[in-house]
C-alpha cells in the first residue's frame, strides 16, 4: 500500500506535523494552503514542498482544514485527486459524512480519521513531526469506504508512528464529547474565572491550575467550529456535570448547616451530614482518573510519584537524569515545578511502583532531596 506522493491540505499545527512525520519516513509531500505564508512556514519546518503535484499520481490527500471547510476540501480533493485515497483529521466525524453522501464526490475513496494529538496552539510554527508518536489515531471507515482506501489511512496512520483505533463515526463523536469536548468547556469555565481574580492572588497559582486550564488558551475560532459540529453529543455531557455540579454545591451547603457555629468560623472538619455526601465526589473523581489508559492504550497503570529538590543551576536537571539513568530506571512521566521564594524547581518523576523505593534510596545516596508527594486516598471496593 503506497501513500507516496502524498497532498497535505491545511498547513496548520495537525496539518504541517503530518507533513513532517510522512516526510521523516521518506515519504514525497506536497504542501496546500489558502494562506501561503502558512504553507511557505510549513515548508520551512521540513512539512514538504510547495511544488505543485500531478493530480493523477496521488495516493493520498490529508485535509486539515478547520471543521467547517472540511467538507467542501474533502470534496474538491476526491475531484482533483481521482485515484487517491482522501482523509481529514477533523475532530468531528458524522456531519463531514453527511455532507458527502449529498455530493456527487466518489465517497468509496473517502475514510474520515482522527489523531488524538495536538495542542493549545495553531499553525505551522509549532508542528513536530513527532506530535503523534504512540498517540491514539481513529480511523472511522463507513459502509461504502473501499477496503484498500482504509488500509492506505492505516499506512498513515502507520508511518505516523500513532497507534490505530478502528472505529463507527456516530461512536467516535460519542466518545470525543466525553474524552475531549467536555474537558475542553471545563477548562475554559475554570480559566475564565480566573479572569476575576486579582493579580496578586494569581501568584499562588501552581501546577495544578496551569494543568486544568493549559487547554482553555487553544483557538476560540476553532473551538467554536469544532462544539459546534459536535453538540448533539455534547449536550448530554454537559447537562450531566450540570446535575452533579448541583449536588456537590448541595453538599457543601449541607456540610456547612451541619456544624456548629465555632467550629465553622475556625474551619474544623466538618462532622454535618454533607461532609459525608461530599466524600463520594472525591473518590469518584479519583477513580475516574484510575481508568485513563496508560500510554500506547495499555490498562492504566498507577505510578508513584518521587519529588527531587533540584538547585536553579546549570547541569542540575542533566546530573539528575544522569543519575536515574544510572538507577536503570525508565521514567514515565515528569512535571517540574519552580518555587518562587528559592532557587530551587522541584522535579516530580513517575515511575513502576516496583523500582520506587530502590531510586529513591540511590538517588539520596548521592546526595539528592528525595521526598514523595502524599499518597493518594483510600478508595472503597
Ligand atoms: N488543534 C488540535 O489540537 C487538533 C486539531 N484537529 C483538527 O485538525 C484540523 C486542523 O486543526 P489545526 O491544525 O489545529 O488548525 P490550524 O488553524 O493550525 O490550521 C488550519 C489550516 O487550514 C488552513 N485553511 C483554512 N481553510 C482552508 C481552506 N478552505 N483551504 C485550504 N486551507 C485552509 C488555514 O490557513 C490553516 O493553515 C481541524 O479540523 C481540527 O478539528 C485534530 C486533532 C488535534
Ligand atoms: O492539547 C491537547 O491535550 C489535546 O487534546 C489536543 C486536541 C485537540 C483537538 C482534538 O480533536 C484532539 C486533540
Same mark, same amino acid.
Given at each position: 500500500?503506497?501513500?507516496? @506522493? ?5 498547513? &496548520? ?38 511544488? @505543485?503535484?500531478v ?23 476526491? $475531484? ?31 475514510? &474520515? ?10 499553525? #505551522?510554527?509549532?508542528?513536530?513531526? !513527532? ?10 471507515? $463507513? ?12 499506512e ?41 481574580v486579582? *493579580? ?13 486550564t ?10 467554536q467550529q ?7 453529543a ?8 450540570? !446535575?452533579?455540579?448541583g ?20 474551619g ?5 451530614? &454533607? *461532609? ?8 469518584? &473523581? ?11 492504550? *495499555? ?9 527531587v529538590?533540584?538547585?536553579?543551576? @546549570? ?7 544522569a ?16 518555587? @518562587?521564594?528559592?532557587? /530551587?524547581?522541584?522535579?516530580s /518523576?513517575?515511575?513502576? #511502583?516496583?523500582?520506587?523505593?530502590? /531510586? ?13 508527594? !502524599? #499518597? ?6
Open positions: 500500500m503506497t501513500i507516496s @506522493p502524498a497532498v497535505v491540505i491545511g498547513t &496548520g499545527l495537525v496539518g504541517a506535523s503530518v507533513g513532517c512525520a510522512l516526510t521523516a519516513a521518506g515519504h514525497r509531500v506536497h504542501l496546500e494552503d489558502r494562506s501561503l505564508s502558512h504553507a511557505r512556514v510549513a515548508a520551512g519546518v521540513g512539512a514538504g514542498t510547495l511544488d @505543485p503535484a493530480g493523477t499520481e496521488v495516493a493520498l490527500v490529508v485535509v486539515a482544514v478547520p471543521p467547517n471547510a472540511l467538507a467542501p476540501v474533502i470534496i474538491d480533493g476526491l $475531484h482533483r485527486f481521482p485515484y487517491a485515497t482522501v482523509t481529514d483529521v477533523g475532530s468531528v466525524k458524522a456531519g463531514v459524512l453527511n455532507a458527502l453522501w449529498d455530493s456527487d464526490a466518489d465517497v468509496a475513496r473517502y475514510v &474520515g480519521s482522527h489523531p488524538m494529538a495536538g495542542s493549545q496552539f495553531s499553525g #505551522p510554527v509549532t508542528a513536530r513531526a !513527532d506530535l503523534f508518536t504512540d498517540r491514539t489515531w481513529v480511523i472511522a471507515p $463507513h459502509r461504502k469506504s473501499a477496503q484498500a482506501a482504509t488500509d492506505t489511512v492505516r498513515l496512520v502507520r508511518a505516523c508512528r500513532a497507534q490505530e483505533v478502528i472505529m463507527d463515526v456516530d461512536v467516535h463523536d460519542a466518545a470525543v464529547a466525553r474524552v475531549s469536548h467536555l474537558p475542553h468547556l471545563m477548562s475554559v469555565l475554570m480559566a475564565g474565572r480566573l479572569t476575576e486579582p *493579580a496578586e492572588q494569581l501568584q499562588l497559582a501552581g501546577q495544578g491550575l496551569r494543568d486544568v493549559r487547554i482553555a488558551g487553544s483557538d476560540p475560532g476553532l473551538w469544532i462544539l459546534g459540529a459536535n453538540s448533539g455534547l449536550l448530554p455531557e454537559l447537562r450531566a456535570i450540570q !446535575d452533579q455540579l449536588e456537590l454545591i448541595k453538599a457543601i451547603e449541607d456540610d456547612r448547616a451541619g456544624r456548629p457555629e465555632p467550629a465553622r468560623r475556625n474544623q472538619d466538618g462532622t454535618g451530614a &454533607g *461532609a459525608s455526601e461530599l466524600r463520594p465526589h472525591l473518590e469518584r &473523581g479519583v477513580a475516574g482518573t484510575r481508568r485513563i489508559p496508560g500510554k500506547h492504550g *495499555a490498562a492504566p497503570v498507577q505510578y508513584r510519584r518521587l519529588v529538590e533540584i538547585p536553579d543551576t @546549570p547541569g542540575a536537571l542533566s546530573r539528575l537524569f543519575g536515574v539513568g544510572q538507577a536503570g530506571v525508565n521514567v514515565e512521566d515528569i512535571a517540574i515545578q519552580h518555587d @518562587p521564594d528559592r532557587q /530551587l524547581g522541584y522535579l /518523576l513517575a515511575v513502576d #511502583p516496583d523500582q520506587a523505593d530502590a /531510586l529513591s534510596t540511590a538517588m539520596t545516596a548521592a546526595g539528592w532531596v528525595v521526598g514523595e508527594p !502524599d #499518597p493518594s486516598p483510600d478508595l472503597p471496593d
